[in-house]
């Protein structure tokens, strides 16, 4: 007798177990190349990483314009929905850099 017949749950458990892998790899997104500028991103460039959909994108682009311009890759975990974990899934594909200032340019150009 084959194992399906002696058990058809294990078959059936097997398959599905099979099917969510399979959904969950072709859902994975690709990571960015290189790290997206919390300071100027869109927001298809921020829902490009890890564990950040259309309206967790949103809440970072509303942070920035409320708050001006991040500091530091840490102001994340300001923004509601970025604890811990999620912000540790981010940190490696995110960087700031600073807005120019306009008075330090006109002085440097004197």
């Known amino acids: 007798m084959s194992v ?3 058990n058809p749950m294990r078959a059936f458990a097997a398959a599905f177990a099979a099917m969510i892998l399979f959904a969950v790899a072709a859902a994975a997104k690709p ?3 290189k790290p997206i500028d919390l300071n100027t991103a869109t927001l298809d ?3 490009e990483l890890p564990g950040i959909g259309p ?6 682009l ?9 500091e530091r890759v840490t102001d994340l975990r300001a923004i509601r929905g970025i604890g811990r974990k999620r912000f540790e899934k981010i940190r490696p594909y995110v960087s700031v850099t600073p807005p120019r200032d ?4 006109k002085s440097s150009h004197r």
């Open 4 to 6: 399906v017949g002696r």
């Open 55 to 60: 309206k967790m994108a949103q809440r970072i």
């Open 31 to 33: 990571k960015p190349q």
């Open 102 to 105: 306009s008075s330090s340019a």
């Open 62 to 70: 509303d942070f920035r314009e409320k708050s001006g311009p991040f």
């Open 45 to 47: 460039q921020l829902e």
